[in-house]
């Protein structure tokens, strides 16, 4: 069984940072890559960042230049540095792997940008 397992989420005011961690345990078959998606209320589930296991990277265009996702491979963790938030990045952000069997999902951490 796959695990994956979220923290560093929280509050923060406009303009500040925060880093989320994502690991993965359990019987992991061959990993396509991980990735971040967040859920604001009343909106869909959409995708923030995400990396291959080649290292390509990719992001919503509301991210590109204030967040960086990055992988550390000896313990299948994914990281995912935000900065300059905004109000509009208040949402439950999931992680998220690809593997060659299924998709996984984490439990979501809450990240909210308030003054």
């Known amino acids: 069984q796959v695990q994956l397992v979220e923290s560093g989420g929280g509050s923060v005011q406009p303009g500040g940072s925060l880093r989320l961690s994502c690991s993965a345990s359990g019987r992991l078959s061959a990993m396509y890559g991980m990735g971040w998606y967040r859920q604001a209320p009343g909106k869909q589930r959409e995708l923030v960042a995400a990396i291959r296991n080649n290292g390509a990277t990719n992001y919503v265009d509301s991210v590109k230049g204030r967040f960086n996702i990055s992988k550390n491979k000896y313990n299948n963790a994914v990281y995912l540095q935000m900065n300059s938030l905004q109000p509009e990045d208040t949402a439950v952000y999931y992680c998220?792997?690809?593997?060659?069997?299924?998709?996984?999902w984490g439990q979501g951490t809450q990240v909210t940008v308030s003054s």
């Open positions: 998220r792997l690809a593997t060659n069997v299924s998709d996984y």
